[in-house]
């Protein structure tokens, strides 16, 4: 059974770091790319950073230099290390997966991300 859970977010000051992780299961090889979406209140959700399977980084504008996507192979691990986090960050984060389903998905980066996990919220806040 598929299973993407995350874990780490919270709330954070303008400023801080925050880490999140997406315990991977289910899956091994069979996936072109993982990563990490955001949705913030009345917004769309939106790419925030992914990794494909042969380790290209896609990144969305605003974050880059400032939030780092890693893979951690034999912990089936992605880890979000957020860095001088700002109040437009605010948004629940989700890991997704695009999975070698016959299903579509949201795409980015030419990638179907087509398996979400449940989200979790990171408020940056003063």
């Known amino acids: 059974q598929v299973q993407l859970v995350e874990s780490g977010g919270g709330l954070v000051q303008p400023g801080g770091s925050l880490r999140l992780s997406c315990a991977a299961s289910?899956?091994?090889?069979?996936?072109?790319?993982i990563g990490w979406f955001r949705e913030a209140p009345g917004k769309e959700r939106e790419g925030v950073s992914c990794?494909?399977?042969?380790?290209?980084?896609y990144e969305l504008d605003s974050v880059k230099d400032r939030f780092t996507i890693s893979r951690d192979n034999a912990k089936n691990t992605i880890i979000l290390q957020m860095n001088s986090l700002k109040p437009e960050d605010t948004a629940v984060y989700y890991c997704?997966?695009?999975?070698?389903?016959?299903?579509?998905?949201?795409?980015?980066?030419?990638?179907?991300?087509?398996?979400w996990g449940q989200g979790t919220q990171v408020t940056v806040s003063s």
């Open positions: 997704a997966a695009a999975l070698k389903l016959d299903r579509g998905g949201l795409n980015w980066y030419g990638f179907d991300f087509n398996f």
């Open positions: 289910g899956f091994t090889s069979d996936y072109y790319a």
């Open positions: 990794i494909s399977r042969g380790g290209y980084i």
